[in-house]
């Protein structure tokens, strides 16, 4: 195998390419320790040697590091290292080293989206981000079923009270604006009809 083209990333790193394809980034003080260079020869032991001792290592901690700052799925981290050049049977091993330690998690991630963030989104709303995110219908499915119903009429008039909203005197643009609001937040227009106008009548 040869070194084809080794091109910077910025003043620290270089992008190594063997045999035309691209192989791994490495930091300039790497790539002088292995003496990694065009046109230059790499053995099989030298090129697994970097992969195991310096990329997979780079990427596991990269992981540990992004865990440390706030709970996230397999799918976010596989953007991450993604975006971060790593090769993908790299950022496979890495995943599953923090999987192997239960770092990562996406059932309790889930569970724990849908209790924080329960009492202010809908469902559909819960869903729709936990689906960003990667996590998979069974995963959030789960989720729901272990934690409490969401009662999507009480959020409504939790919006009502927060919101201020006057649903007495209020005129037609400002019906719209507040639906709109709520909509947008996955709450079903029939949910706020049917909440604005119980509310009203209870003011009457």
Same mark, same amino acid.
């Given at each position: 195998?040869?070194?084809?083209?080794?091109?910077? +990333?910025? %003043?620290?790193?270089?992008?190594?390419? !063997?045999?035309?394809?691209?192989? @791994? !980034? /490495?930091?300039?003080?790497?790539?002088?320790?292995?003496?990694?260079?065009?046109?230059?020869? !790499?053995?099989?032991?030298?090129?697994?040697?970097?992969?195991?001792?310096? &990329?997979?290592?780079?990427?596991?901690?990269?992981?540990?590091?992004? /865990?440390?700052?706030?709970?996230?799925?397999?799918?976010?981290?596989?953007?991450?290292?993604?975006?971060?050049?790593?090769?993908?049977?790299?950022?496979?091993?890495? *995943? %599953?080293?923090?999987?192997?330690?239960?770092?990562?998690?996406?059932?309790?991630?889930?569970?724990?989206?849908?209790?924080?963030?329960?009492?202010?989104? %809908?469902?559909?709303? /819960?869903?729709?981000?936990?689906?960003?995110?990667?996590?998979?219908?069974?995963?959030?499915?789960?989720? @729901?079923?272990?934690?409490?119903?969401?009662?999507?009429?009480?959020?409504?008039?939790?919006?009502?009270?927060?919101?201020?909203?006057? &649903?007495?005197?209020?005129?037609?643009?400002?019906?719209?604006? @507040?639906?709109?609001?709520?909509?947008?937040?996955?709450?079903? @227009?029939?949910? *706020?009809?049917? +909440?604005?106008?119980?509310?009203?009548?209870? +003011?009457?």
């Amino acid at each position: 195998m040869y070194i084809t083209l080794v091109e910077p +990333v910025n %003043s620290k790193k270089q992008r190594v390419y !063997i045999d035309h394809e691209f192989a @791994f !980034i /490495l930091y300039n003080r790497e790539l002088a320790l292995y003496h990694i260079r065009e046109g230059a020869e !790499i053995s099989e032991e030298q090129y697994s040697k970097i992969l195991e001792e310096i &990329v997979l290592r780079r990427a596991k901690l990269r992981c540990l590091n992004l /865990l440390k700052t706030m709970d996230r799925t397999e799918f976010e981290l596989r953007q991450k290292l993604s975006q971060g050049e790593y090769p993908a049977d790299i950022i496979e091993q890495a *995943i %599953s080293y923090v999987k192997g330690y239960h770092y990562v998690d996406d059932e309790r991630y889930a569970r724990q989206y849908v209790e924080c963030f329960s009492e202010k989104k %809908s469902r559909h709303q /819960l869903e729709q981000e936990l689906r960003k995110r990667g996590v998979s219908r069974a995963n959030t499915e789960k989720a @729901f079923e272990e934690i409490a119903p969401i009662d999507e009429c009480r959020q409504i008039r939790k919006w009502i009270e927060k919101k201020r909203f006057d &649903v007495r005197n209020a005129d037609q643009k400002e019906y719209q604006k @507040f639906y709109a609001f709520l909509m947008r937040r996955g709450f079903s @227009f029939e949910s *706020i009809r049917r +909440v604005c106008e119980e509310e009203k009548n209870q +003011v009457e």
